[in-house]
């Protein structure tokens, strides 16, 4: 069973901008869905580029306490968001026996995101208590 993050009383708090795909396949157009994936592939590569931002601030998935998720159109689900493929990935990283915790996470449906191709882009909130580096004068 999984089960939510919260945040304390002298948690820092993180925000991390959105961000997006990376190439998954450098032989179809650039700027195209064939270049990054099906969303999917796009929520799995997106992911993998926030566990690195993440690590960088000394972070895990267990301290991200929301998370906003943007689908825009899937063109091979019928011009549709593709919620199951966005959270077959997202399932591969929250609420697992290695990670239970799940942030409280939104999910929309945009007409378009920035970058070209893209179907896919999220946003964290991550909390964690950091020790203090002062010391007490005795």
């Given at each position: 069973s999984s089960q939510t993050n919260y945040t304390f009383q002298g948690d820092t708090t993180y925000y991390i901008s959105g961000s997006g795909p990376t190439v998954a396949d450098p032989n179809a157009p650039k700027g195209s869905v064939e270049s990054l994936g099906n969303?999917?592939?796009q929520t799995a590569s997106t992911l993998a580029g926030l566990k690195d931002?993440?690590?960088k601030l000394g972070l895990t998935f267990g301290d991200v306490v929301q998370a906003r998720v943007f689908l825009a159109a899937d063109p091979t689900n019928g011009g549709k968001?593709?919620?199951a493929g966005m959270n077959g990935a997202w399932l591969k990283v929250f609420g697992t026996p290695d990670?239970?915790?799940k942030p409280a996470r939104a999910t929309f449906q945009a007409a378009n995101l920035v970058a070209p191709g893209a179907l896919v882009e999220i946003e964290f909130v991550a909390a964690k208590k950091v020790k203090s580096a002062r010391r007490h004068a005795k």
């Amino acid at each position: 069973s999984s089960q939510t993050n919260y945040t304390f009383q002298g948690d820092t708090t993180y925000y991390i901008s959105g961000s997006g795909p990376t190439v998954a396949d450098p032989n179809a157009p650039k700027g195209s869905v064939e270049s990054l994936g099906n969303t999917a592939t796009q929520t799995a590569s997106t992911l993998a580029g926030l566990k690195d931002r993440l690590t960088k601030l000394g972070l895990t998935f267990g301290d991200v306490v929301q998370a906003r998720v943007f689908l825009a159109a899937d063109p091979t689900n019928g011009g549709k968001m593709d919620f199951a493929g966005m959270n077959g990935a997202w399932l591969k990283v929250f609420g697992t026996p290695d990670q239970p915790n799940k942030p409280a996470r939104a999910t929309f449906q945009a007409a378009n995101l920035v970058a070209p191709g893209a179907l896919v882009e999220i946003e964290f909130v991550a909390a964690k208590k950091v020790k203090s580096a002062r010391r007490h004068a005795k």
